[in-house]
């Protein structure tokens, strides 16, 4: 089996894996924490991975998106017991992928912390302090790399100064890394541009010159580090040419813009929510956009740029599976 670096440098697009948490909840498994699966539904969790294999995903991704301790200690869990959870996931993982016989790629997901940090807030008393931020990455991350993850994907990141701080830890175990943005629609005043930003005002734009300034990694250009830059999941809820796909396609357009502006080559990733999050007369949540309707969007997504192609919140093996098939007869 190819490195993942030597996977990277080939032409060919690479499919992610879909919404985890989601087929927690399918499967009746309603936690606090959804990394607790690991240790609570460990069967459940290799299931969930094994479907998006069979589906087609050539990487799947961890059960650790908020497997940190500060989100482990919010469900009750002592922060001694994240890297435990963490090993967990990777060891569930690479059984899906033996059962399968297939070959296929972990990534090991790492989410943002539980509320802003002090490098956001400007202090401790609203924000998370920066030491403890950095910790809690560091701690998974090197449950993560110590288990055996093929790259990290820092994922769901609505601050770029975080992004910046989870890749400084990360760029230690030497291990390919992914980083993820989620972007809202905003609208520049002057210009009538569209403008994706972050919950903390970060644009992509924002994000390359964050990564790059130093400013939480002793100086150094983080963008050297980083093999991937792209986005995830979507978090309008009016707008529906600003969720799904139409938000990944405007999205990976403006990271290539401002990638070209500074003359930065990367492989770029997208993996959005199936559209806006509605209830159904059971109060239930389901998402407006089918497997259908994503996928005819499939050839504008690739024209972007994106290279890795996946989905987040209310995406299913159905939704992969469909955009496995279209990938294959391109």
Known sequence: MKTFLERLAEPTPLIFDGGFGSELFARGINLANSAVAN?????????????????????????TFVAS?????????????????????VELAKAAVE??????????????????????????????????????????VNALAEGGVDFFCIETMFSAKEAAMA??????????????????????RKTGKTVYKTDWGHSPVD?????????????????????????NCGAESRRSEHTGMPY???G?????????EKGIEKRMMAYPNAGIPRLDE??????????????????????????FIGGCCGTSPSYIRAFREALSQS
């Open 207 to 231: 994000l390359l010159e964050i990564l790059s300034s130093g400013e939480l990694s002793n100086g150094d250009n983080l963008l050297d580090d980083v093999q991937i830059l792209g986005l």
């Open 167 to 188: 890749v400084d830890v990360a760029r230690k175990t030497g291990l390919p890394i992914a980083v993820n943005s989620t972007y809202k629609y905003t609208r520049d």
């Open 69 to 89: 301790r500060l989100h482990l200690e919010m469900a009750g869990k002592d922060e001694s017991e994240a890297e435990k959870i963490a090993r967990a996931a």
């Open 39 to 63: 240790e609570l539904h460990p069967d459940a969790v290799i299931e969930i991975h094994a479907s998006y294999i069979e589906a087609g995903s050539d990487v799947i991704e961890t059960n």
């Open 248 to 250: 990944a396609i405007n």
């Open 99 to 140: 059962k399968s016989g297939k070959e296929v790629y972990i990534a090991g997901s790492i989410g943002p912390s539980p509320g802003a940090i002090e490098a956001d807030s400007g202090d401790v008393d609203f924000g998370i302090p920066n030491p403890v931020a950095r910790d809690a990455h560091e701690r998974l």
């Open 252 to 260: 990976i357009q403006q990271l290539r813009e401002a990638m070209d």
């Open 282 to 307: 059971n109060l239930r949540t389901y998402y407006t956009q089918t497997p259908e309707e994503m996928v005819r969007y499939l050839p504008d997504l690739l024209k972007a740029g994106a290279y």
